[in-house]
């Protein structure tokens, strides 16, 4: 498959907003595959631990639960676009599998709440202004075409801001938030420095989404040990999908890494020069 790579377009909109919204990304024989698996893994879990305080089921770390999310991440529509903006030093951070059923009466509950950037502690540890260190591309799993559906909520180009949101404290949510909208096979990226919340969901459709997440690899991942959790995969990996997964070939191979340590540097030159 010819490789998805990032246009300059593409790269200053993702700079200017944020984030960016990609139509069609992923082919309907890949999403049914994902849609499968997380039907599946949600009807195990919700039937074992019920739903969350705030009614939706995640997993976090679910990458070794189906083949399609390993297929995933180094796709050849998805990883190119990524490596576009962040380079060939990267890591996997997170793959996150969020299912959120309708709840009608979420008026109160969503009413501001859950603004926030991606990073964990550094979003708050970090000298203003905070550096990209790393992004998520969302897949839609279920029809969020239209708003109201738990669709993720941005406030475009907050990503380059400096102190807290602007906010009406009579209003719901900030100034300029908007709900990102798509189909299955739909994804958006949107990098940790994007100001985003969950919006509630309405509608009687299940909401359901995969986020996948990389960084650079000197910042440690979100939801996994790269040196324990994803062992058993790397003999189904190919180097790159182990480059992602955390595995290094020399000691010092996350900060001085060599050529064995990152295959994806010579296929980043391959696809940017």
């Not at 359901?208 to 790269?226: E, H, N, Q």
Request: negative net charge.
């Amino acid at each position: 498959m010819t490789p998805n790579l990032l246009t300059a377009e593409q790269k200053a909109q993702f700079d200017r907003d944020g984030f960016l919204v990609l139509r069609d990304l992923i082919d309907p024989e890949l999403v049914a595959r994902l849609v499968a698996a997380a039907d599946r893994l949600s009807a195990e879990g919700i039937a074992a631990q019920g739903l969350s305080e705030r009614k939706h089921w995640q997993k976090r770390g679910c990458l070794p639960d189906d083949p399609a999310f390993l297929e995933l991440i180094d796709h050849p529509q998805v990883l190119p676009l990524v490596a576009g903006i962040l380079g060939w030093d990267i890591h996997l951070m997170t793959s996150h599998l969020i299912v959120r059923p309708p709840t009608p009466g979420a008026d109160e509950h969503f009413k501001g709440e859950g603004w926030h950037r991606d990073g964990g502690q550094s979003s708050w540890e970090m000298t203003e202004p905070h550096p990209r260190i790393l992004l998520k591309i969302a897949f839609f799993l279920s029809d969020q075409s239209e708003p109201g559906r738990g669709n993720t909520q941005v406030v475009p180009g907050s990503n380059r801001l400096t102190g807290p949101l602007a906010k009406d404290p009579s209003a719901p949510h900030p100034y300029g938030a908007i709900e990102i909208c798509g189909k299955p096979g739909d994804a958006f990226l949107f990098e940790q420095r994007t100001y985003h919340a969950v919006g509630p969901n309405y509608s009687d459709i299940t909401r359901k989404t995969l986020f996948i997440g990389y960084g650079f690899r000197w910042v440690f991942p979100m939801d996994f040990s790269p040196q324990y959790d994803y062992r058993e995969l790397y003999e189904k990996a190919n180097p790159i999908q182990r480059q992602l997964m955390g595995d290094i070939k020399t000691i010092t191979g996350v900060h001085l890494p060599t050529d064995a340590d990152v295959p994806l540097r010579a296929k980043w030159r391959e696809w940017y020069g």
